[in-house]
C-alpha cells in the first residue's frame, strides 16, 4: 500500500465551484504540504502544516484554503475554482525528527477547471 | 531573492554517463535534495547533501559545495528508464524547500 495517499486523481470541475483534494499518509509523519506543479515551472508550495494545530502559507496561497482534520490527513480546499487553477496537485509529508526531513510525495491529483 | 538554477533540458546516449548541474541563491542552508520525476508522476526522492563532497548510492551520485553554491548529479551507465526530469530542491534557514524548475534529461539508444 502506498504511504501517501491522494483523492481524487483526477477531476474536471466548472468555474466557480468548489472542490476539496484530500491527502492521507501512514508514514507516521507530522509534516505535511501542498505543492502545484505547472509545465515548465517549479514545485509552489500552497499551504504547509508542521503539526495538527499549525497551518502556514506558501508562495501561493491565494484562493486556496487548508485543513489539518489529523496527523494523517491534510486536505486542501479550492473555494471558486478558476481555470488558471488547472494544475498538477501533490501533498507530501516528512519527518525531521524521523528523517533530515526529506520529503515523500503522494501520486497527485490532476485538476482540470473549466 | 531565492534562486535555484540548472539546465532545462539535456540529452545523453544509453550506456554513458550524465552529470546534471544546479547552482543555488538561498536564505541560510539546511541541506540540497535531490528528486526524480517522471511524466506526470509524483517526485521520487533521490539523494541529500548537507556537508561538502561527494555522496554515492549506487549508479547515482550527488556532489554538493556550499561555498560555490553549487551541486551535481551524476548518473552512470545510463538506462532507458532514466528518462525523466531531475529537480534539485535547497532547504533554506527557515527549513523551506526551495524548487528549481527541473532538468528533462532524454536518454537515446
Known amino acids: 500500500d502506498a504511504d501517501v495517499t491522494q483523492t481524487p486523481r483526477n477531476r474536471i470541475t466548472k468555474t466557480g465551484k468548489r472542490i476539496m483534494l484530500e491527502c492521507s499518509q501512514t508514514k507516521g509523519h507530522d509534516r505535511m504540504y501542498w505543492y502545484r506543479q505547472d509545465p515548465g515551472l517549479g514545485l509552489r508550495l500552497i499551504y504547509y502544516s508542521f503539526d495538527v494545530k499549525d497551518i502556514n502559507k506558501g508562495e501561493i496561497s491565494d484562493g486556496y484554503s487548508v485543513s489539518r482534520q489529523a496527523q494523517a490527513k491534510f486536505s486542501l480546499s479550492l473555494e471558486s475554482a478558476i481555470p488558471n487553477q488547472t494544475a498538477l496537485y501533490f501533498c507530501?509529508?516528512?519527518?525531521?525528527?524521523?528523517?533530515?526531513?526529506?520529503?515523500?510525495f503522494g501520486p497527485g491529483t490532476r485538476l482540470t477547471v473549466l | 531573492g531565492q534562486n535555484i538554477d540548472q539546465p532545462t533540458e539535456m540529452t545523453a546516449t544509453e550506456g554513458a554517463i550524465v552529470q546534471i548541474n544546479c547552482t543555488y541563491q538561498?536564505?541560510?542552508?539546511?541541506?540540497l535534495f535531490w528528486y526524480q520525476q517522471h511524466a506526470g508522476e509524483a517526485p521520487t526522492f533521490l539523494s541529500y547533501n548537507v556537508l561538502d563532497g561527494l555522496e554515492e548510492k549506487g549508479r547515482f551520485s550527488s556532489f554538493l559545495s556550499r561555498s560555490k553554491g553549487y551541486s551535481y548529479l551524476l548518473l552512470k551507465e545510463l538506462q532507458m528508464k532514466d528518462s525523466a526530469s531531475y529537480l534539485c530542491a535547497v532547504m533554506d534557514s527557515n527549513y523551506q524547500l526551495i524548487w528549481g524548475a527541473g532538468t528533462k534529461l532524454i536518454i537515446k539508444p
Open positions: 507530501a509529508t516528512s519527518s525531521l525528527s524521523r528523517d533530515t526531513d526529506t520529503q515523500y
Open positions: 538561498t536564505s541560510g542552508f539546511n541541506g
